[in-house]
Nanobody, 119 residues
Framework: VQLAESGGGSVQVGGSLRLSCAAS?????MAWFRQAPGKEREAVAM???????SYGNSVKGRFTISKDFAENTLLLRMNDLIPEDSAIYYC?????????????????WGQGTQVLVSS
């Protein structure tokens, strides 16, 4: 599975961004992770093959994950951005259902896209 993220950039506090991940195909679990300098990789959002979604506590109510089946693209809509959202965002694909995966067991990863939120 090939994954390629795009859509990152710089935005001010309170702004919005939409990240895209072009996928050669969708797997059982598609997810977004992020990693800020000096911090561990953090799960942001994930979507199962049946459409069920889950979110990290820090982004609930602000971020929305979805799949565009026509374009084979995983999307992440990010609203009300804060400086703590600044990180490299990675798209990941897992062969098992999301509830059976942790961050180390996703089989496929994109190269990442940088998001910077400034005040």
């Amino acid at each position: 599975v090939q994954l390629a993220e795009s859509g990152g950039g710089s935005v001010q506090v309170g702004g919005s961004l939409r990240l895209s991940c072009a996928a050669s195909r969708f797997t059982n679990c598609m997810a977004w992770f992020r990693q800020a300098p000096g911090k561990e990789r953090e799960a942001v959002a994930m979507v199962d093959i049946d459409g069920g979604t889950s979110y990290g506590n820090s982004v609930k109510g602000r971020f929305t994950i979805s799949k565009d089946f026509a374009e084979n693209t995983l999307l992440l809509r990010m609203n009300d951005l804060i400086p703590e959202d600044s990180a490299i965002y990675y798209c990941a694909a897992g062969v098992l259902p999301c509830n059976r995966l942790d961050s180390r067991s996703y089989a496929y990863w994109g190269q990442g896209t940088q998001v910077l939120v400034s005040s």
